[in-house]
């Protein structure tokens, strides 16, 4: 019989951006190498409802789940290690929390209580968690929270968590805290003392962390090991070196040779338990093709927020999905398309060319010419949404002679609006969550290109966006040599474009990138980087 669920909680400090995602989503692989049913959840302590209205350059790209959750991008790096679905109720934010508080208020559930953070606000936290837990049948789940400790928006949140480990068990609850050990130019040494300071401020809230996961450029040195064991209370074998690695995917070894398996088992009062030989066979085989390459393939990705490599991280993936499918290492140059005007030539250099999503007018043209430049120079290209949608808006005015040709995002008063707003979206006037968002059923064409990628002739694909190909030119574009392959709701929306004849010339408006896992690559994406390759 299940027995119930042990959770595992990943905080971070010093600093954001240090890895806890990467650590959250090792671990896990780790609980799932060794045959626990595992899961994780990301809480966001920011006021915003979900990462739907935030701008990819400060926060990283939206992830876009199968139920239509537009998440944190470390939902993504779950699904990712996991090769498994996430439900958007996994990623938890302050507003989701307060929203559920306030309306259990309105509805008088309290019972005239004085609604206040303690214990209102923390029991919601902790129903969440659990309530994913329990809906899922889950054995262990590896809950990250996002931020520093001492932020102040994450303050309910680590005592929720505090609370759980007072109320689960120290059997049933353990922390892992990740750090950061730099080294200083100078003098050539490790430091310990943001570690020892971040170790601190969470022991002052409550929590004394049962291991710790320090970053470090090098492997963490025996002596700096000791002097953190010792200033921060935890055990000398639960400091544990997260140096740097040559792919993300190597962490799970590097953690798993440090004996972490063995110290959460112990710690969590689970059986000992060894991880799946053949399941590691196949993990350290999809790592193992990161690294062998018969060359290199240079992509161009030309796109509105590359100031910011997280901007499009899951675009970032696929693309070396494939080109370990395939024996290739894909090496990418993100091009501001901003940029481009004037300097299209530049393209000329590249294998392959591809434009990822985005919104509104800035860069627009320089895509727009991005897209004719790859047609005209047959160099291999594929647009997702919004490179799909100025690739329309490319070939009406370079192939059809439509000059005034253009998307209505952009241009409202355009003649020929190629692309215009979906119908149901004329009437929304909030910006969250009214896209046409997550998966939905595309009818490919047999016999196109896009039927020979997929093999199928109906695939489901994630979606995000808010405007769509006017279908009123679809009989001039085919004229022309553009043909449209796949179509979603009975028809009504164009889903995939091609040019027949070119190298490699497709664009989608839905989303591939989120659908692609390593060793497992999207099939577009494979195809797109095949051809690439080709001369």
């Not at 935890?234 to 400091?239: A, G, S």
Request: glycine residues 10%.
């Amino acid at each position: 019989m299940q027995g119930r669920a042990k959770f595992i909680f990943v905080t971070g400090g010093v600093m954001s951006g240090l890895g806890k995602g990467i650590v959250s989503s090792s671990i896990a692989k780790l609980m799932q190498l060794s045959g626990k049913k595992v899961s994780c959840v990301k809480i966001d302590p920011y006021l915003n409802y979900d990462a739907g209205t935030m701008n990819p350059v400060a926060h990283g790209e939206v992830f876009v789940t199968e139920d239509g959750g537009e998440c944190d991008m470390d939902i993504g790096n779950y699904e990712r290690f996991l090769n498994q679905n996430m439900l958007k109720t996994h990623n938890i934010t302050t507003a989701q929390v307060y929203s559920k508080v306030i309306e259990a208020e309105r509805r008088g559930e309290y019972l005239g209580a004085c609604v206040q953070i303690i214990p209102h606000v923390t029991n919601e936290i902790k129903d969440a968690i659990k309530r994913i837990a329990a809906s899922e049948a889950l054995e262990i789940v590896v809950v990250e929270v996002g931020g520093t400790v001492g932020d102040i928006e994450s303050l309910p949140f680590l005592e929720a968590l505090r609370q759980m480990r007072l109320e689960e068990g120290s059997d049933s609850v353990m922390f892992v805290h990740v750090t950061l050990a730099p080294s200083l130019e100078v003098v050539g040494e490790q430091k310990t003392k943001p570690t020892q300071h971040s170790v601190q401020e969470l022991r002052r809230i409550g929590i004394q962390p049962d291991m710790l996961a320090v970053r470090c450029k090098k492997e963490l040195e025996p002596d700096v090991r000791k002097k953190i064991s010792s200033f921060s209370n935890v055990e000398l074998k639960d400091v544990i070196s997260c140096h740097d690695a040559a792919s993300v995917l190597e962490v799970p070894r590097m953690l798993h040779s440090q004996g972490v398996v063995e110290e959460i088992f112990r710690k969590l009062g689970m059986p000992a338990q060894l991880s799946r030989s053949e399941e590691w066979s196949e993990w350290d085989r999809i790592v193992e093709s990161t690294k062998s390459a018969g060359g290199h393939v240079r992509i161009a990705m030309v796109g509105k927020y590359v100031k910011l490599a997280d901007s499009y991280v899951s675009v970032n993936h696929a693309l070396r999905h494939a080109g370990s499918k395939i024996g290739r290492l894909v090496d990418i140059d993100w091009i501001d398309s901003e940029e481009l005007n004037g300097n299209l030539e530049r393209l000329a250099s590249y294998d392959g060319i591809i434009v990822p999503g985005g919104f509104g007018e800035r860069g627009a043209e320089g895509i727009i010419n991005t897209a004719n430049f790859a047609r005209e120079r047959n160099i291999p290209y594929l647009g997702i949404c919004f490179g799909f949608q100025l690739a329309a808006v490319a070939f009406a005015r370079g192939a059809c002679g439509l000059q005034d040709a253009n998307t209505t995002e952009i241009n409202p008063q355009t003649k020929n609006p190629v692309i215009d707003l979906l119908p149901e979206q004329k009437g929304v006037s909030n910006k969250g969550a009214t896209l046409r968002l997550g998966a939905h059923e595309i009818e490919v064409s047999q016999g196109s290109l896009a039927g020979g990628i997929y093999r199928s002739d109906r695939i489901s694909k994630r979606h995000r966006h808010r405007y769509e190909l006017n279908q009123k030119y679809i009989g001039e574009f085919s004229d022309k040599g553009m043909v449209f392959t796949g179509f979603s709701d009975g028809r009504r929306r164009a889903e995939i474009l091609e040019i027949p004849g070119h190298r490699f010339y497709v664009a989608v408006q839905y989303h591939p990138e989120f659908n692609s896992r390593p060793g497992h690559p999207e099939e577009v994406f494979e195809a797109f980087v095949k051809a690439s390759v080709q001369k």
